[in-house]
């Protein structure tokens, strides 16, 4: 029975280390992890990928409800490439963290010039264990020429 216990309590003290790490099994993995689902989120847009775009979003985000048909106007009327220039974990918790970048928006074809830079920091929650896309705060849109 002492046995039992103490396979028990490992477990339990080697999965409150593992919370917050990343694939990984570190703090910088968990950053690592993040980040990829931005970088995943810009690439499905520029893929015009929808479901994938989609995918990048928490179930319970308002601005991807929000944003979903803007995005689905957008494939129609232009091809886009998105670079992210910049991104940093400012804060996170085993839930939810918080991120500064900074990404280029080049219009590929479309009627209007529509080249941006834009500075915001994305709120990331944890679902269903993997993070994503909670809500996005737009600090600046810098037009580009």
């Known amino acids: 029975m002492k046995r039992l216990l103490l396979i028990a309590m490992v477990l339990l003290v080697s999965n409150a280390y593992a919370e917050g790490k990343g694939a990984d099994g570190d703090a910088a993995g968990a950053d690592k992890d993040i980040l990829k689902v931005i970088e995943k989120n810009l690439q499905a847009a520029e893929q015009e990928d929808f479901d994938a775009w989609l995918k990048t979003y928490h179930e319970k985000s308002r601005s991807c409800k929000d944003r979903g048909s803007e995005m689905l106007e957008c494939f129609r009327v ?67 020429r």
């Open 78 to 144: 232009y091809d886009m490439k998105y670079a992210l220039e910049q991104a940093k974990v400012l804060d996170r918790s085993d839930e939810e963290a918080k991120i500064l970048f900074i990404q280029v928006n080049r219009t590929v074809k479309g009627p209007d010039n529509n080249d941006k830079k834009i500075t915001g920091v994305h709120i990331m929650r944890k679902s269903y264990g993997k993070w994503k896309i909670y809500d996005t705060e737009i600090k600046k849109i810098q037009e580009l």
